[in-house]
């Protein structure tokens, strides 16, 4: 069965204290791995794709990595606005639009 | 302003009254998706659309149904709403296989009584 975990479930840290939130997933026929963004009452925002294993990318704070059996979202030197529930996707199948979403990391960052 | 706009944002309803959720983009995407969103479950993707005419179930595609009878409208009906169907629902779309960054609108809460 296709499976998305992430791990911590939620993450409390002071800012500029950098930490790593992790994806793992078992799915067949992966064709992407992508990171989302959460605010409360808000949908999702589009942070990163990841199609190879060794692939990285950045975007300000935030470094993706990605290896054959998971993801790791690194953070460096938090500022209180990083705060947001961090979401995982895969992408699978033949063709695309076919995702299943772990359950999110809660990070709070505090002043 | 790209945008993926839902109506209602909030709906309560009681149990067997149909219901149906809107969901437009203005970007010329083909690809469009509902999900819902579960405390501890994620989201999870209900039904999506490669393109007018052409849709496909996700994983929990029972007791929706969908239409995609132009490509800027997606909507979501639920023909006999169950308590269980009480749930935070997305749409979103994204515009192509190749380019798949998602577009999310802002949400429906939905509430079945």
């Known amino acids: 069965e296709d499976q998305v975990t992430q791990s911590p479930e939620a993450l409390r840290l002071q800012e500029g204290e950098s930490s790593s939130l992790n994806c793992s997933y078992t799915v067949s026929g992966l064709r992407g791995l992508f990171w989302y963004r959460q605010d409360p009452g808000k949908g999702p925002e589009f942070l990163f794709t990841l199609y190879s294993a060794g692939e990285e990318k950045e975007k300000e704070r935030l470094k993706a990595t990605l290896t054959k059996k998971e993801s790791f979202l690194h953070i460096t030197a938090p500022k209180p606005e990083d705060s947001a529930t961090y979401l995982c996707a895969v992408q699978r199948g033949d063709y695309g639009q076919n995702f299943v979403f772990g359950p999110g990391t809660r990070l709070s960052v505090l002043p | 302003e790209a945008q993926v706009t839902q109506n209602p944002r909030y709906l309560i309803t009681v149990t067997g009254k149909k219901l149906t959720v809107t969901c437009s983009q203005n970007?010329?995407?083909?690809?469009m998706s509902w999900y819902r969103q579960d405390p501890g479950l994620g989201l999870r993707q209900i039904y999506y659309s490669m393109n007018v005419e052409v849709t496909d179930k996700g994983d929990v595609p029972e007791g929706y149904k969908v239409s995609r009878k132009e490509k800027r409208n997606f909507p979501l009906i639920l023909e006999s709403p169950s308590p269980n169907q009480t749930s935070l629902y997305f749409c979103?779309?994204?515009?192509?296989?190749?380019?798949?960054?998602?577009?999310f609108g802002q949400g429906t809460r939905l509430t079945v009584v």
């Open positions: 979103a779309s994204s515009a192509g296989d190749t380019t798949t960054e998602a577009f």
């Open positions: 970007m010329n995407h083909e690809y």
